[in-house]
């Protein structure tokens, strides 16, 4: 939620600007101080066609990375904000956990600033879902947050419940791939009265961190038998330990 300009000062005398991660003074309620600005890990290039995993800085710029060429992805593409490290998972769980919903413009402006310029009015935003009982639970869903506010930034149309999850499914940290994929079998499904407009379009998963892809990969079968023509994912995070290095 943004401020309007004519009560931003009012706002910032009550509440005075801080750092989200430190604390430290700021001069407006709009992001984070220098010092941890410089803690996020934004990736940059090169970087592979294929996902846009960031690639030693030897590689020529086209290449493909391993992870792709063994097993070639089924999306146009990852625009992931920054690489997860501690920064980018203390804003995370912030927003998740926290309740600090005040931060979804933020992190929405980092992910715009990764997408292609092709991502525009002809394409649908459509958040990765949360089940009924968690999406109560917790009051709402960060995904759609930003899902809600890029759509704002870049002028997309957004589909909040053009995905919808069916079944509860366990935490995935620790599990094998072929035990991700069965926790999240049937698990989500297009939402009621989305099946004309998904078919041919062209999709932007949102999400607020990519760890293995399987949650996205379920996602992703359901937006394909829907007959979509595309699909780009973006982030505000992805997991890429590996991928550190290179940033």
């Not at 010092?35 to 934004?42: G, T």
């Not at 931060?103 to 525009?120: D, F, S, V």
């Not at 949360?130 to 870049?154: D, I, K, P, V, Y």
């Amino acid at each position: 939620m943004q401020v309007h300009p004519l009560i931003a000062p009012v706002v910032d005398l009550v509440f005075p600007p801080r750092c989200p991660l430190c604390g430290d003074g700021l001069a407006a309620q709009t992001g984070l101080c220098s010092a941890c600005w410089s803690e996020l890990a934004i990736p940059g290039e090169p970087s592979c066609v294929s996902c846009r995993r960031p690639l030693d800085a030897a590689q020529s710029a086209g290449s493909i990375c391993a992870p792709c060429m063994a097993n070639p992805p089924r999306h146009a593409g990852i625009a992931a904000a920054t690489l997860y490290n501690d920064a980018s998972r203390k804003l995370v769980l912030a927003l998740k956990h926290g309740h600090r919903i005040a931060l979804a413009p933020m992190l929405a402006r980092l992910m715009a600033a990764q997408l292609p310029e092709e991502i525009g009015p002809d394409w649908l935003a459509v958040p990765v879902p949360l089940h009924r009982w968690r999406l109560w639970g917790r009051g709402f869903n960060q995904s759609a947050l930003l899902a809600r506010e890029l759509a704002g930034l870049r002028g997309v149309e957004v589909g909040i419940d053009a995905l919808v999850r069916r079944k509860r499914t366990p935490m995935l940290g620790g599990l094998g791939r072929s035990a991700r994929a069965k926790a999240l079998s049937g698990a989500f499904a297009t939402g009621k009265g989305w099946e004309a407009r998904l078919k041919g379009a062209q999709v932007l998963l949102v999400d607020d961190v990519l760890t293995s892809g399987a949650t996205t990969d379920a996602c992703l079968s359901v937006l394909w038998r829907a007959g979509v023509r595309k699909v780009m994912i973006t982030c505000f995070a992805r997991v890429l330990d590996e991928a550190l290095d290179h940033v």
